[in-house]
Structure formats: C-alpha cells, structure tokens
C-alpha cells in the first residue's frame, strides 16, 4: 500500500487538491427555487476569511502605489501646473451661483412633490449621506468586474451601499472588510440592478455581459426603444435611489438565448467612467428629507434670488393655480399646434356655435318669423327698457 | 524536441534561486495582476500568476509543488473576485502539475518551447475554468473565446521577456 502512494504521489497529491476544492465550490453554490444553480450572496465565515487574507495581503502595496500616485498629481497639479487657475476658478465661481439658483428651483419642486407623496403615504427617499472612497484595486480577471475601495466598516460602509459618481451609477458594495470594501460593478456579470428607460418608461434589469458591457436583459422588443435613449436607475432593487443616471441605449440585439424569441437586450454606455474610476461615493445613508448641506445651499439660493424673484415665484404660482380652477378652452381632442387659442393663422380667436337643427327665436343668429299676435323684431328692439329676449351676439 | 527520460532530465540540471524570489515572484505577480487592469482597462489581457506558475513548475519539474502553488496562486486570484473560490484553483492545480510533469519530460532550456506551453497552457486553463464554472457548478456564465485568445497571446508576450530575467536570478554553481 506504502509503495502505491509512493510510486502515485504525485496523482494522489493532484487528486486530492481537486477533490477538495470541489467540495469547497459545492458549498458556495446552492440551488434555487428554479432549479437553477446560484453563487451564495452572502460569503460563508470559512471563504470570507481566505477574502479578508487575500485582502490583507493584496490591498497594503495597492494602496502604497495609489498614494504614491496621487502624490505625485496632487503636487504637480497644486503646486506647478497652475496656468489659468484663476480664470477658472472665475469661471467655477459663476457656474456655482448659476447652479445654485437652479437648484433653489429644482428644491422647491421637489419640496412640492414631497407634500404630495405624503398625501398618497409614498415616500421618495433623498440621498442623504454619501462616503468619498478612491478605488485602489481591481480583481485581475476579465470575468469578474470587481474592484475595491481604500474605506471600510470603520468608514460606515455597510453591504449592498450604492456606490455612485457624480455621472451615474457605478454599482454595490458586495462586501465590506475593516479598512477596504469590495465593490461589484454594474458591468459585471453577477450584478442586477432595476433601471427604466426614460422616454418609453420600460423596466429591466441591468447586469454586464462577457465582453464587460452593462446590457439590459430579457425584455420584449420595442421598436420604440432608440439608441441615445437614457438609462435611469427604476428605485425598486432598494440599493440605487430613483432616477440616478445609469446611461443611455448604446444599440439593441436579440437575445440570445435560443428559447426566447421577441425578447431583446438593451446594451447600455453606462453614464459612469467605469474603466476609469478614481474617487467615488458611497450612499451610506437616504432619508425622506433633504441633507443640511442641501437645506443650507437652498437658504443660500434664495437669499441670492432675494425678495424680487421670489415675488415674482409667488405671482407664478398664484397664476397656475388660478389657471387650474378655471375652466379649460382647451380642446382635448386636438392636437396641441390647432387648438384654437394657439391658432395664430386666424384673425380672430372667436369661435362659432353650430348651427342649430330647429332654430327658434332664442337661438343666436336665428331670424324667427313674426306672427300676427306677437309684436315684430322691430318692435321688441323698439323698446329697450322691457327685453323680452337675451341680447344677440353680433353677427360678423 | 528533444525527449528524455524524467530520472535524466532531473539530474541534468536543479535550478535553485534566493529565497526571496520564492516569496517575492508570486506576490509580485498577484499584487501586480489586481493594480494592472486599472491601467490597462478592457485590455488586461494577461495572468500573471499563471505565468509565474508555469516557470516555476518547468524549471523544478516537481508535480506536486506545481500542483501546490498553482493551487496556491488560483485560490488567491479567486478569493479577490466575486466568483466562488475554486474554480482559477482547480485550473491553476492542473496546469501546475501538467507544467511539472511536461518539465520532466521535455526539453524546458528551449525558449520556443516554454512560450508554446506558456500559450497552449493559457488556453487549457480557460477551458478548464469554463468546464468547472459552467458544467461542474452550473452556474450561468457568458464567455468570449476571442477574449481568452488574446489572453494566451498576452502570456506568451509575457512569458517572452519574464523568463529570460528570472533565468538570470537562479543561483549558479
């Protein structure tokens, strides 16, 4: 028997390091109410600890090279590449005053809609606290678009927290060490995240293909889905609030699973620089409020705007709301370009009641004929101060 | 190419190198394969630590410390991706063992030769981790052969200037 292991060690030693990683991937794997087999979202105690040493191992001179780096750009772009910063900063000065008088108005609309989801008991939930982490690290394979962040549990980064840039969706924490995070992209194949087209209000799930494109999955064909249509994030996954950019529709192709005929899949260019990822954030935490840095730059917005533009918000206001209560002139069966107070092809903006099928003498333009034992038309207008019929309207 | 017997071919040369390049080498390559694809972006069409594992298991033509450290290098390769840990393993173990046992067997000084086993192993661990992932777990997986071909083409890139210098670091007598 001793000879046997001896003379087939090597085959025993490949054998035996097989076997036991395959019983190591069978408990990683379960089986889904399909009948579908799936990777464990949730790491076991035994495989996240060979992640947290893998990790621990691989993030140190990841993070030493990557402060290097940003050395290196921080001091030649603080210190010697400072040509036109004062323009710039001009420049930034004024966008800044103009982004916020917009975004004074974007709040009081949203105040508005806040106070209307109370009525309906819908909450919108606000990004209200958000983590800055750089990303240092990658997984090195093609097949798994992951890459890691140099914060952690101690920083407040929690499991499936949305990690966001200031363009679009970037994708999830999948899971979280002491001082790194390991974010999955949206572009990688495990991912999913519910998203909606704006215009066509089409929903879907988004996740990566093999050459790392996030696509849209499994949805019916429709022809009114173009290329250049945006992507948004739908809110219902409970990891990306409601309509943060994901991207736009870069072409349309079937799917290609053999059973699925009329289903197609929306390939996305994602709003993100996902192969460029520098510093992201992570959502930490939404309320149903808005943020006092928020609340503060809307104070700062309206003083700017001062006691004229805000007059004049409230005289805009009470407009529409004096145009809903009344009556419309609007004819809903016609299209918007001949309705007939927007037809400026007409002289007049009068419009004239149909002819009636029995005219008689109340009808407006109707010429009844006078009988015997009644005064005539002359008569009656003879005498003013006793009307008998309504004034006519003038015929033209 | 030369064939020789596997007791010959041992006993014509042990390369042996400082300790630290033991210690040093994989880790290089691991830390470097996780940095590297930030800069390379959809274009990282490398593995390193495939490639280191192949020029160890060639030069110490020894199937089971190939099978260990490809075991080695898989497993970690794997704990930092969001797949399960295994599958780069099991593809690693092998091409580690096959690397050593083809080490005993044919003629490893030629150069040609190491870059063609450094492309066909390449591509056999594609194989293999696609047979695991997709028919051993049956988990769902898109792939793209181009991709991997490209990957293989990388590695023997690699391999063509990587094992000249880690030739030069053995410990001659």
Redesign the interface.
């Known amino acids: 028997m001793d000879s046997f292991f001896i003379r087939y060690?090597?085959l025993v030693?490949?054998l035996t390091?097989?076997v036991v990683?395959?019983v190591?991937?069978a408990v990683?794997?379960r089986r889904t109410g399909a009948g579908?087999?799936?990777?464990d979202p949730q790491d076991g105690a035994s495989?996240r600890l060979?992640?947290l040493?893998?990790?621990a191992?691989?993030t140190p001179?990841?993070r030493l090279?990557h402060q290097s780096k940003m050395g290196i750009v921080g001091m030649w772009q603080g210190y010697i590449d400072l040509r036109h910063t004062q323009a710039e900063n001009q420049e930034l000065q004024k966008t800044i005053d103009r982004m916020r008088l917009e975004q004074a108005a974007l709040l009081e609309d949203a105040k508005q809609g806040q106070r209307l989801q109370a009525l309906v008991n819908f909450r919108e939930k606000y990004i209200y606290k958000t983590v800055a982490a750089q990303?240092i690290?990658?997984?090195?394979?093609?097949?798994?678009k992951?890459?890691?962040l140099d914060k952690g549990s101690a920083d407040g980064l929690d499991r499936d927290m949305a990690v966001i840039t200031p363009d679009g969706i970037v994708g999830k924490i999948?899971d979280v060490f002491p001082h790194t995070a390991?974010v999955?992209a949206i572009n990688?194949?495990?991912s999913g995240a519910g998203v909606i087209l704006e215009t066509t209000r089409i929903r879907g799930i988004l996740r990566g293909?093999?050459?790392?494109q996030p696509q849209i999955v499994g949805i019916l064909a429709d022809q009114r889905i173009q290329p250049g249509e945006k992507v948004l994030t739908a809110g219902g996954d409970l990891i990306f609030p409601r309509g943060l950019p994901v991207g736009v529709v870069e072409k349309i192709v079937r799917d290609p699973e053999p059973d699925r005929d009329g289903f197609i899949d929306v390939i996305v260019k994602p709003a993100a620089h996902l192969?460029?990822l520098d510093e992201v954030l992570v959502i930490t935490s939404t309320e149903s409020r808005f943020p006092p840095e928020q609340e503060k730059d809307l104070a700062t917005s309206e003083a700017l705007k001062g006691p004229e533009a805000a007059a004049i918000a409230e005289q805009k206001k009470a407009s529409a709301i004096m145009a809903e209560r009344l009556p419309g002139l609007i004819d809903p069966n016609l299209p918007p370009d001949q309705q007939p107070l927007l037809d400026s092809s007409s002289p007049t903006t009068l419009t004239h009641p149909p002819m009636a099928l029995h005219p008689d003498r109340f009808t407006p333009g109707g010429i009844p004929q006078p009988k015997a034992d009644q005064p005539s038309a002359d008569n009656t207008e003879a005498k003013p101060a006793t009307p008998a019929t309504p004034p006519r309207n003038p015929q033209p | 190419m030369t064939t020789l017997s596997g007791e010959f071919r041992r006993d014509l040369e042990v390369r042996r190198y400082p300790i630290l390049v033991y210690a040093l080498a994989p880790?290089v390559a691991?830390?470097l394969?996780?940095?590297l694809?930030?800069f390379f972006?959809?274009y990282?069409?490398f593995d390193l630590p495939l490639v280191i594992t192949v020029y160890f298991s060639l030069v110490h033509r020894v199937?089971?410390q190939g099978?260990?450290m490809g075991?080695g290098m898989g497993?970690?390769?794997d704990?930092?991706?969001?797949?399960?840990?295994?599958?780069?393993?099991?593809a690693k173990?092998?091409v580690g063992?096959l690397a050593s046992?083809m080490g005993i067997r044919i003629d490893v000084e030629n150069h040609t030769i190491r870059l063609g086993l450094t492309f066909f192993l390449s591509l056999l661990s594609s194989v293999i981790?696609l047979f695991?992932y997709r028919g051993?777990?049956?988990?769902?997986?898109?792939?793209?052969w181009l991709?991997e071909l490209f990957?293989a083409i990388g590695n023997t890139f690699i391999a063509l200037v990587l094992f000249p210098a880690l030739d030069r670091l053995q410990i001659r007598e």
Request: no cysteine.
């Open positions: 060690r090597n030693v490949l390091l097989l990683q395959i190591g991937l990683q794997v579908r087999n799936s990777l495989v060979i992640r040493w893998a990790d191992v691989v001179p990841e090279i990303a690290g990658a997984s090195g394979s093609d097949q798994s992951v890459f890691y999948r390991q999955l990688d194949q495990t293909n093999a050459l790392g192969d460029q | 880790l691991l830390v394969q996780a940095w694809p930030r972006k959809s990282a069409w199937p089971i099978s260990l075991a497993l970690f390769e704990a930092l991706t969001s797949h399960p840990i295994g599958v780069n393993g099991i173990t092998v063992f046992s981790y695991v051993v777990l049956g988990l769902s997986q898109e792939w793209s991709t990957k």
